[in-house]
């Protein structure tokens, strides 16, 4: 069964940073292209940065470009969100989500992917 699990989700205040994981179980994180997405309330789900499995090549959102960093350990099989200089807008559930599909730039639309984890809650707040 192919399984995703986020975790590293938590209440930061403003400025702060956290580290996101995306664990995967039932599969290989190495040979899929793996997305973070985010869901705040009322709005929709929003593309913050993607990993293509060719190249290792990363695609980021405008609003978290420079702030978030994302990796993969294909060694523990996960694949992180490194985020940084966190604001008030960053709250959202985020989520990790993957697919099949080669790409040599990796796509922020959500249609793409067809497994996703359950999320995790990041709230900033002071």
């Known amino acids: 069964q192919l399984q995703l699990m986020e975790s590293g989700g938590g209440l930061v205040q403003p400025g702060g940073s956290l580290r996101l994981s995306c664990a995967a179980s039932g599969f290989t994180l190495a040979y899929r292209t793996i997305g973070w997405f985010r869901q705040a309330p009322g709005k929709e789900r929003e593309g913050v940065s993607c990993i293509s499995s060719s190249e290792d090549s990363t695609n980021y959102a405008g609003s978290v470009k420079g702030r978030f960093t994302i990796s993969r350990d294909n060694a523990k099989n996960t694949v992180y969100l490194q985020m940084n200089s966190l604001n008030p807008e960053d709250t959202a559930r985020y989520y990790c989500?993957?697919?099949?599909?080669?790409?040599?730039?990796?796509?922020?639309?959500?249609?793409?992917?067809?497994?996703w984890g359950q999320g995790t809650q990041v709230t900033v707040s002071s």
């Open positions: 989500a993957a697919t099949l599909v080669l790409f040599r730039s990796c796509p922020l639309s959500h249609e793409t992917f067809g497994s």
